[in-house]
């Protein structure tokens, strides 16, 4: 999707005439103003300025999230977005170089005291990271359009509705079908998507809620007592009497809870925040919605789960959709080797002494007046495919495709590649952008 602008600066209705664009920048009808997202002015005078309503939906998520925007019932772009994950590792490897460093008679990084306090509306560095590039994400989605209006997914269900039950309200009077609706929802993402006793996906089966402890023996309806299982499962273990095995199942999913509730967390943390400064940005332009409403609404419509489904899901209404997904991951960009957690001076001989970075973290190599970089997006003839540059050794690289698997000729057993055999598509930042 490119962005439009009229020559006055009026913003125009976007466009995915990729042909009649190219031909307007090769003939100098047009400039670009901006490339993420991708937007040109046009350099002459339009008749017409109309626009049609354009709604964007964005669906949050602790590593991924999804988005599409739509206009006049059709899908004009979509896609999902995969965040970094690892950034608390970094922070202890970090802390761990500077600690070690301290008693070493060499570049002393001077301890710091005035950070022992924490400011208002603190988050932790990794929440804050993803956090920020959410908003980030819905900035530039929602740059240069005209009249749109936003819709976002805040949480996979209700944490109210999970604490207690019998919560009233006229959110709620929806009858038990969204009651349970938001339960299963919560004990799918829980138990990732599987079967707590044969351990499979759901397949051709149903989904069946299953007390470990009966309520008639006093148990409830908490979600510390609750397993998802398939249907046939269900009844297999009630004929079975099998329940000691799921209970035994269930106590290893509460011990291992900090695995499991690693992104549940996160959007915990982030829901509140997240309302406020969307509601204080674009003000009546936002609308706020749950995971499990989205859920039933996507089911409704018949789409496959997909984080970009999630939110064409949003939209509550059949839609023309003929676009391909586009998939954006964040990569890391630098590394951590200015200074090593071994240190230089108790190495066999003095290398290196007054070497400021360490030659792994290579960015950028020349070889032939051609400059190739980290992340590069590169086409590979002999492969008949694109990857990304991922390192470099020497003046030689690595590539690798979106998923993060090396990418080798068939004629060699290395997976290094000569420079001259590929042809650079663009260069990126962090970010690497593929056609799903």
């Known amino acids: 999707m490119v962005r439009v602008i009229a020559k006055d600066g009026t913003v125009l209705q976007p466009t995915n005439r990729h042909g009649k664009v190219r031909r307007l920048l090769d003939n100098n009808k047009a400039e670009v103003v901006n490339k993420d997202p991708f937007t040109i002015r046009l350099l002459y005078e339009v008749k017409s300025k109309e626009t049609q309503k354009i709604k964007v939906y964005f669906d949050t998520g602790g590593k991924y999230q999804g988005f599409a925007i739509i206009s006049n019932g059709k899908v004009i772009y979509k896609g999902t977005i995969e965040l970094r994950d690892g950034i608390p590792e970094l922070l202890r490897q970090r802390r761990q170089y500077r600690k070690s460093r301290r008693h070493r008679k060499k570049r002393y990084r001077q301890p710091r005291f005035d950070n022992r306090k924490r400011k208002k509306n603190w988050l932790p560095p990794s929440v804050r990271s993803k956090y920020n590039h959410i908003l980030n994400w819905i900035d530039k989605l929602t740059k240069y359009l005209p ?93 079975k009497n099998l329940d000691e095995d799921i209970e035994q199942k269930a106590d290893n999913l509460i011990n291992n809870s900090g695995r499991n509730f690693k992104y549940t967390t996160f959007m915990n943390i982030i829901k509140n925040k997240l309302y406020n400064d969307l509601e204080n940005k674009y003000n009546n332009r936002v609308n706020f919605t749950y995971g499990y409403i989205t859920n039933i609404n996507r089911r409704k419509l018949g789409l496959s789960k997909t984080h970009y489904n999630d939110s064409i899901a949003m939209h509550k209404e059949p839609v023309e959709d003929n676009i391909k997904a586009i998939y954006i991951k964040q ?38 007046d051609k400059k190739w970089a980290l992340w590069d997006k590169v086409y590979i003839p002999e492969l008949g495919t694109t990857g990304f540059i991922s390192g470099f050794t020497g003046k030689w690289i690595y590539v690798q ?36």
């Open 147 to 239: 009249d749109y209006e936003l819709t976002v997914e805040i949480a996979k269900f209700d944490i109210q509705k999970l604490q207690n039950p019998d919560i009233e309200g006229k959110e709620y009077q929806q009858g038990n079908t969204y009651g349970y609706e938001n339960m299963k929802q919560y004990l799918i993402f829980r138990e990732n998507n599987e079967c707590q006793l044969c351990g499979k996906t759901k397949g051709d089966d149903t989904w069946n809620i299953h007390h470990v402890v009966p309520k008639k023996d006093g148990g409830t309806d908490r979600p510390i007592n609750l397993a998802l299982l398939h249907s046939k499962c269900h009844d297999k273990l009630h004929n």
């Open 401 to 436: 495709d979106i998923d993060g698997k090396y990418l080798k000729l068939p004629t060699k057993s290395y997976k290094q590649m000569n420079p001259d055999g590929v042809k650079l598509i663009c260069r990126n930042n962090n970010w690497i952008k593929k056609i799903a």
């Open 331 to 368: 990569v890391r960009k630098k590394k951590r080797s200015l200074h090593e957690a071994i240190s230089r001076s108790g190495r066999g001989e003095r290398v290196n002494c007054e070497q400021k970075r360490s030659s792994k973290n290579t960015k950028e190599v020349v070889k032939n």
